[in-house]
């Protein structure tokens, strides 16, 4: 079983920047590929980043390319995502998602899912 905890959301500023953590349980987690998706309010779950096991592949969401980074510890069993130059629409809830069949960026690819950290960004 595969127990995933995300932490570091908040309230921020717009041009603020925010770090989220996931930490995840199982000896196996530096086989997986991860990645962090986010779903504001009435809209659908979209994919924001991931990164490969070894971390040498990453992939962004255009919206969030350049102001976002991923990356990984692989000795610590977790995941992090630095976001910089938040916007207001950035607000969302984050999901970091664990995939155990390869290198995936579509969220039905992923098969183990954290409970969520919310992110607001205040204009």
């Known amino acids: 079983q595969v127990h995933m905890v995300e932490s570091g959301g908040g309230l921020v500023q717009a041009g603020g920047s925010l770090r989220l953590s996931c930490a995840v349980s199982?000896?196996?987690?530096?086989?997986?590929?991860m990645g962090w998706f986010r779903q504001a309010p009435g809209k659908e779950r979209d994919f924001v980043t991931a990164i490969s096991w070894s971390g040498g592949r990453t992939d962004y969401a255009t919206s969030v390319k350049g102001r976002f980074t991923i990356s990984r510890d692989n000795a610590k069993n977790t995941v992090y995502l630095q976001m910089n130059s938040l916007k207001p629409e950035d607000t969302a809830v984050y999901y970091c998602?664990?995939?155990?069949?390869?290198?995936?960026?579509?969220?039905?690819?992923?098969?183990?899912w954290g409970q969520g950290t919310q992110v607001t960004v205040s204009s």
């Open positions: 998602a664990a995939a155990t069949r390869g290198y995936r960026t579509t969220w039905y690819d992923y098969d183990y």
């Open positions: 199982g000896r196996t987690f530096s086989s997986y590929a």
